[in-house]
């Protein structure tokens, strides 16, 4: 008997209704059906094993009354009993508690930081982590692919996000106004989540790899949750924790010099310097000893009232050939360098654009 083709499509219909899927001859009942959700099932569950929800009880003074003394983030563990998370969850503590994906809460201490990056270690006793991350090359990623987000955005613990990789954006263009990250050059954007409480949890590729941390988002004004994800690439994130677990701080490169955006300054002190822009940075504060007194490259003098006097120090206007804009782009240009490479600075020196080399300095402990 052949039936109508209106009477099969409702029989197909119901079929899928019912749960069934159909495939050939053969009916599977089964919840999972495309190879991209059973990817995704399969790499969240076992990464949320080494996710960790961060709470830091916060110091008295940076509480206004009725603020919550609690602020609540997210980490994993990386190694057994070290956990990755961003220095801004942490900055504040007075202490820290970490509850594992069972629902174990123990207390951790602060293992090693890194505000230029905004990365902080913590180190957990008594406890091994149920299950660890390893990290991917966040320089391969491709825009449009999938990447999973875990944490505890409005303290909701083992919350999964999934979207994809969109593009590198400037740190130029992610403006932070908590004086952290000074050091990024380029963030990761995506469309999965990262709200308020997903700050330090992973970003996961499809092989279940840390290509990222996720940090903040992007919102078009503080009344709008921010859609944009952004997260600091793992192949930053990498450096520095084997920085500060080998030698206690960070080893990007640094001027170990202050420095003042040129656009900040009296248009007159800027005429008086015989410069017709206001794109460089004007070198302020040279400490002995630091890469930048080595160099010879000059800082600026300033009056009892802490005001700027003429004639300027060096003022930088490009980075290895490349144009600054202020201090922002030579601190993130200089940073991408590692201690004994060679910077060339462009300078702007008694009227005369000059070259001065700089060969970068390890850093120390303060």
């Not at 069972?102 to 602060?110: E, Q």
């Not at 992610?174 to 050091?183: A, F, I, N, Y």
């Not at 949890?201 to 944009?228: E, K």
Request: hydrophobic share 40%; glycine share 10%; charged share 20%.
């Amino acid at each position: 008997m052949k039936f109508p083709r209106a009477l099969g499509l409702t029989l197909l219909l119901c079929g899928g209704l019912g749960g069934a899927y159909l495939t050939g001859r053969v009916t599977a009942q089964r919840t999972l059906v495309t190879p991209d959700e059973i990817n995704t099932v399969e790499i969240t569950q076992k990464a949320l094993q080494a996710v960790v929800r961060v709470d830091t009880r916060l110091q008295r003074e940076q509480l206004q009354p009725g603020d919550d003394p609690i602020e609540t983030g997210t980490g994993f563990f990386y190694k057994k009993d070290l956990i990755v998370t961003n220095y801004h969850v942490v900055q504040f503590q007075e202490s820290i508690t970490v509850t594992l994906y069972n629902g174990r809460r123990v207390t951790a201490r602060l293992e090693g930081v890194d505000p230029g990056i905004d990365i902080a270690i913590l180190r957990v006793t008594g406890v091994t982590a149920p299950a660890t991350l390893a990290f991917g090359s966040s320089a391969r990623l491709i825009p449009g692919q999938k990447l999973m987000t875990l944490g505890t955005p409005f303290r909701i613990q083992n919350f999964v996000g999934s979207g994809v990789y969109s593009v590198t954006a400037s740190a130029r263009d992610v403006p932070r106004t908590d004086q952290l990250g000074s050091e990024i050059s380029q963030y990761i954007t995506t469309t999965a989540s990262i709200q308020q409480g997903n700050s330090g949890g992973p970003v996961l590729d499809s092989r279940g790899l840390v290509v990222g941390v996720a940090d903040l988002n992007a919102a078009p004004n503080a009344l709008v949750p921010g859609t944009i994800g952004i997260a600091i690439p793992s192949d930053v994130v990498k450096q520095s924790l084997d920085d500060l677990e080998k030698i206690g701080v960070p080893q990007r490169g640094t001027l170990g010099a202050t420095l003042v955006d040129l656009d900040s300054l009296d248009p007159a002190l800027r005429q008086l310097a015989g410069l017709s822009s206001n794109q460089g940075a004007l070198v302020d504060q040279v400490p002995a000893g630091s890469a930048a007194a080595r160099a010879g490259l000059r800082g600026s003098l300033r009056n009892s009232k802490d005001q700027l006097l003429a004639p300027l120090g060096d003022i930088i206007v490009a980075v290895d050939g490349q144009g600054v804009r202020d201090s922002f782009d030579v601190t993130r240009l200089v940073a991408a360098k590692r201690p004994g490479q060679t910077v060339t600075l462009d300078v702007w020196r008694n009227k005369k654009r000059v070259q001065v080399r700089v060969t970068l300095l390890k850093r120390t402990l303060q």
